[in-house]
């Protein structure tokens, strides 16, 4: 390679590449935002864990943040919260250098085959072999250094949702089956469903403690008081969804009677929630939906 071309070519890649912000959480942790959605590191001299791994065009970023990290290691194990993009991005990076990736075997499924969705086209392609997780579970595991996972099987946002909990910083990771900011994305199509994310959210009560720092994949660090905040929050939205399913009402009729009024001042704009979450009942509830 002349060098002339990586004169050229270097100030133009730096111009694209992400800011990667690093904040401690306990001793070796650390959370990393900036790469599409939060990024756990747990450091380790000869063993890095990660949480998700952000979207692809921002790995090589990513990668160099966690390298950064003090005490930083090679990535051994990468957990994948759920099949999303914002989840997945460093899996071919990691796969190609022999990473352990940890997945929910329902994410593995979704993650070998191209999906639609639905309600705005957007396409997702499939991922190369090397980068699907190739480690998987149905319930729950633990690693040798203590780190438990386990299933959420509400079917919060996906049907492939887990968790990560961190013992000894009393860290818990729960990818997007908590939002910490807006409304969450209701991915009825890979089987989340609004009654489930109430259910994940009371799972995720059973998980944490009083003192556990919960890590959504979106926005800050979420305590057991958010939670609870919550889960009366989606709790009373969904009883007003499920009344007008039983109405015979449909999605439009939801999103016109307001049923989160009392929320948009501090989530904002409810109507694509309300909609997505009204055509989750009829993808759980309908018999011949
Ligand atoms: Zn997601």
């Known amino acids: ?13 730096f111009a694209q590449a992400p800011k990667i912000e690093t904040a401690q959480l306990g001793d070796n942790l650390y959370l990393l935002t900036g790469a599409g959605g939060n990024v756990i590191a747990r450091t380790g001299a000869d063993s890095v864990v990660m949480v998700d791994g952000g979207l692809a065009q ?6 160099q943040a966690v390298a950064a990290l003090p005490n930083s ?8 919260t ?27 499924l979704w993650l070998q085959q191209n999906i639609t969705w639905p309600w705005n086209g957007q396409k997702f392609k499939k991922l190369a072999k090397i980068a699907q997780p190739n480690k998987t579970f149905y319930d729950k595991g633990t690693l040798d250094s203590g780190i438990r996972y386990g299933y959420i099987s509400d079917a919060a ?19 997007d089956a908590a939002y910490g900011q807006g409304w969450p994305v209701v991915d009825w199509w890979t089987g989340g469903w609004i009654g489930g994310i109430v259910g994940g959210l009371q799972r995720i009560q059973t998980v944490a403690n009083r003192d556990t720092k919960i890590i959504p994949a979106v926005g800050p660090v979420l305590s057991l008081t958010d939670i609870a905040a919550q889960v009366e929050m989606y709790g009373t939205i969904y009883d007003r969804l499920n009344q007008m399913l039983n109405k015979g009402r449909g999605p439009s009729e939801a999103v016109e009677a307001k049923p989160a009024k009392e929320y ?20 759980y509830l309908s018999p011949d939906a």
Do not use: C
Not at 58 to 63: C, D, F, K, T, Y
Not at 89 to 103: D, F
Not at 157 to 175: E, I, R, S
Not at 264 to 270: D, I, L, T, V
């Open 82 to 108: 759920h099949w999303h993009p914002e989840q997945t991005g460093s899996n071919e990076k990691l796969g190609m250098a022999g990473a352990t990736i940890i997945a929910q075997e329902n994410t593995r």
């Open 73 to 80: 290691g090679p990535v051994r194990t990468l957990f994948n």
């Open 264 to 283: 948009e001042a501090k989530m904002g704009n409810p109507d694509e929630f309300i909609r997505r979450s009204f055509e989750s009942l009829w993808a």
């Open 58 to 63: 921002n790995a090589g970023a990513l990668a």
């Open 1 to 13: 390679m002349k060098a002339t071309a990586v004169g050229l070519a270097a100030p133009f890649a």
């Open 157 to 175: 946002h996906t049907d492939g949702d887990l968790y990560v909990y961190f013992p000894q910083q009393n860290v818990l990771a729960v990818g």
